[in-house]
Nanobody, 126 residues
Framework: QVQLVESGGGLVQAGGSLRLSCAAS????????MAWFRQAPGKERELVAG????????SYSDSVKGRFTISRDNAKNTVYLQMNSLKPEDTAVYYC???????????????????WGQGTQVTVSS
């Protein structure tokens, strides 16, 4: 089973940028659809962005569309989340996740994802 480790979080001013990385090990990374979720205090975990195992299709929540970009480098077993024009409401713990099955092509519902990283804190100050 794949293991996931996120990095790149931190404190940034509104309007700034961060790039999150998620390094995978222990599984066939190139066969996993991958996603980034986030959870703010008192709120449910929500999808931020997803990318299919083929890398040919991406999905974004409406709140980040046009500001965030998800990408993957299968040679490095890593998925990235480039976050630009950050807003205070982007403050949350960000999690990288892999689904329960290979070749996954379903919805990006959290229940479909069985492997999660430890999370990385992103704080955007106003």
């Amino acid at each position: 089973q794949v293991q996931l480790v996120e990095s790149g979080g931190g404190l940034v001013q509104a309007g700034g940028s961060l790039r999150l990385s998620c390094a995978a090990s222990g599984g066939p990374f190139n066969l996993y659809t991958m996603a980034w979720f986030r959870q703010a205090p008192g709120k449910e975990r929500e999808l931020v962005a997803g990318i299919t195992w083929t890398g040919t299709s991406t999905s974004y929540s409406d709140s980040v569309k046009g500001r965030f970009t998800i990408s993957r480098d299968n040679a490095k077993n890593t998925v990235y989340l480039q976050m630009n024009s950050l807003k205070p409401e982007d403050t949350a713990v960000y999690y990288c996740a892999a689904p329960k099955s290979l070749f996954y092509s379903g919805t990006y519902a959290p229940a479909a994802f069985g492997t999660w990283g430890q999370g990385t804190q992103v704080t955007v100050s106003s």
